[in-house]
Nanobody, 116 residues
Framework: QVQLVESGGGAVQAGGSLRLSCAAS????????MAWYRQVPGKEREMVAG???????NYADSVKGRFTISRDNAKNTVYLQMNSLNAEDTAVYYC??????????WGQGTQVTVSS
């Protein structure tokens, strides 16, 4: 089992910034990728950004150039720096860890609210 603890969500005005953190503990060996997803009511959960153990990032088109994902392997922590936030970024953000054979773990979610 992997436990994920998220922090850093909150309310911000449009154009502002937030930084999310997700610390992993437990059976953290063999983690392939750490990622952030988000979900708004009535919509499917969508991938925002992911990063491999080697540090290779990938982003959803909607956040490219505004969000930056990073990873501290020594601390087993993944970060999401979110800049130039807009109302469409309002969602519950979930940390995700992917291991071999399709095993995944999710954090409890943290609310991000952007007011225009």
């Amino acid at each position: 089992q992997v436990q994920l603890v998220e922090s850093g969500g909150g309310a911000v005005q449009a154009g502002g910034s937030l930084r999310l953190s997700c610390a992993a503990s437990g059976s953290i060996f063999s983690i392939i990728e750490m990622a952030w997803y988000r979900q708004v009511p009535g919509k499917e959960r969508e991938m925002v950004a992911g990063i491999t153990r080697g540090g290779e990032p990938n982003y959803a088109d909607s956040v490219k150039g505004r969000f930056t994902i990073s990873r501290d392997n020594a601390k087993n922590t993944v970060y999401l720096q979110m800049n130039s936030l807009n109302a469409e970024d309002t969602a519950v953000y979930y940390c995700n860890v992917r291991k071999p054979y399709g095993t995944q773990y999710w954090g409890q979610g943290t609310q991000v609210t952007v007011s225009s």
